[in-house]
């Protein structure tokens, strides 16, 4: 009796230490989640002291991105089916490949360059989205640009639906709607995660700019109006992925490293 008495004392005292340890755990989580919104918050107040705007609703957190490698795969026949349906080899010039059909001709390159040309009754620009991810990229439209009878729509890649700005897919309409050309770098391939790396928060990226916009080398702004995660990308074969901050303004896209907080501008 006494030894079921002391056992139950045992486990009650277990009982106890371990709630007062999550109650620990679930402390620091709220004192490490109300920080990093008072830090969010001291940011924005830091930019309009410098003159800067933050315009969206708020700033975001971490950089919750692993870095990736993509070995490429080359783009040939079976892509140039896929554009012109009948497509038959043509030249080689060094790492250029061509291939030609009824409705035009397309150029592979070995570094993942593709360029379409069509002729008469080419693909519709409403089939864009389609044919896009028939060539095996996945993207979605960020912007159209009309010249005469022409339009100019952007594309921008993704990889495990993060953007890549820097990896763009830009296709011609002409009369009719009918896509007249369509020129990219195909990122598809073979993928390997990374080892995880440190890396630094929205508000660290954006003081981070602010100290680039202070060094007088040129580059200005008054309004921040888009901040959002994404990848840099680098390499021909084998393409790096690297995780990265991209902050659009009233006057530049900037670049922040997410490794080493780095600034740069896009093109």
Avoid at 149 to 156: A, N
Wanted: charged share 25%; net charge negative; proline share 4%.
């Amino acid at each position: 009796m006494r030894w079921s008495r002391i056992k139950n004392i045992i486990i009650l005292l277990l009982v106890l230490v371990n709630g007062f340890l999550l109650a620990q755990v679930g402390l620091r989580e709220w004192q490490s989640r109300r920080d990093e919104l008072e830090t969010r918050e001291r940011m924005k107040t830091v930019l309009a002291q410098n003159g800067v705007a933050y315009l969206p609703e708020e700033i975001p957190g971490a950089l919750e991105l692993t870095p990736r490698r993509v070995t490429l795969e080359v783009p040939g026949e079976v892509q140039a089916a896929i554009l012109l349906e009948d497509a038959v080899p043509g030249e080689r010039v060094g790492a250029r490949m061509s291939y030609e059909g009824e409705r035009g001709w397309v150029i592979c390159s070995t570094s993942g360059e593709l360029e379409a040309y069509f002729q008469g009754d080419g693909p519709l620009g409403s089939e864009l989205g389609q044919l896009l991810e028939s060539l095996g990229i996945e993207a979605g439209e960020t912007g159209r640009e009309a010249r005469g009878e022409l339009v100019t729509v952007t594309f921008t890649q993704a990889w495990d639906g993060v953007p890549i700005p820097s990896l763009t897919v830009k296709a011609v309409l002409g009369t009719g709607g009918r896509l007249e050309s369509l020129i990219l770098r195909r990122l598809a391939g073979e993928e390997e995660v990374l080892p995880a790396e440190e890396t630094i928060t929205a508000a660290t990226a954006l003081a981070r700019l602010l100290d680039e916009l202070s060094r007088g080398e040129g580059y200005v702004c008054s309004q921040i109006l888009r901040m959002y995660p994404g990848y840099l990308h680098s390499g021909t074969g084998v393409v790096t992925l690297t995780p990265a901050w991209f902050i659009e303004t009233d006057t530049w896209r900037f670049v922040v490293d997410g490794h080493t907080g780095s600034v740069s501008v896009a093109e």
